[in-house]
């Protein structure tokens, strides 16, 4: 009997919170984050390492919180300007296509399935497309002005 009362509850529960979280998590996901719809309205698709250039590029978040440097060498340096912490990595594109950056004080490397989008606003942002993710918006330096 207890079984069959805990089973119920687990049930119900689990079907409660998977109708609500499907009610609001497919409508954010087709109309804010799905990659289709971005390129629909107009959005552009890069590899980050397609963007670096002769010289370098720098990630600048439009709400000044960070600055992301990607250089030539495939040195990556991340900057949160709050807190003033400097993270630096080494980067590279494995065989799959994907970015992958090593965190030089862990040796740690993490790759991922992300692209930079450049939006129909102008504004660039990361795009998981494994998560189906919109990272927060950037704007784009050429070269490293911030001296990373």
């Known amino acids: 009997m207890f079984r069959v009362i805990l089973s119920l509850t687990l049930s119900t529960a689990l ?22 719809v971005l390129i629909r309205d107009g959005a552009k698709i890069f590899n980050p390492s397609n963007l670096i250039g002769a010289s370098g590029v720098t990630f600048v978040a439009t709400d000044g919180s960070w600055s992301n440097y990607l250089g030539t060498d495939s040195r990556k340096v991340v900057k949160e300007n709050k807190t003033g912490v400097i993270n630096e990595f080494t980067w590279r594109v494995n065989d799959a296509g994907q970015f992958c950056e090593k965190l030089l004080a862990t040796e740690k490397e993490f790759c ?10 102008g504004f660039y942002s990361n795009y998981n497309k494994q998560e189906k993710k919109l990272g927060l918006p950037f704007t784009i330096v050429t070269g490293n002005p911030e001296r990373l």
């Open 112 to 121: 991922d399935n992300s692209v930079v989008i450049k939006e129909a606003n």
């Open 15 to 36: 079907l409660l919170s998977s109708s609500c979280a499907t009610t609001s998590a497919e409508s954010n996901l087709d109309v804010l984050t799905n990659l289709d």
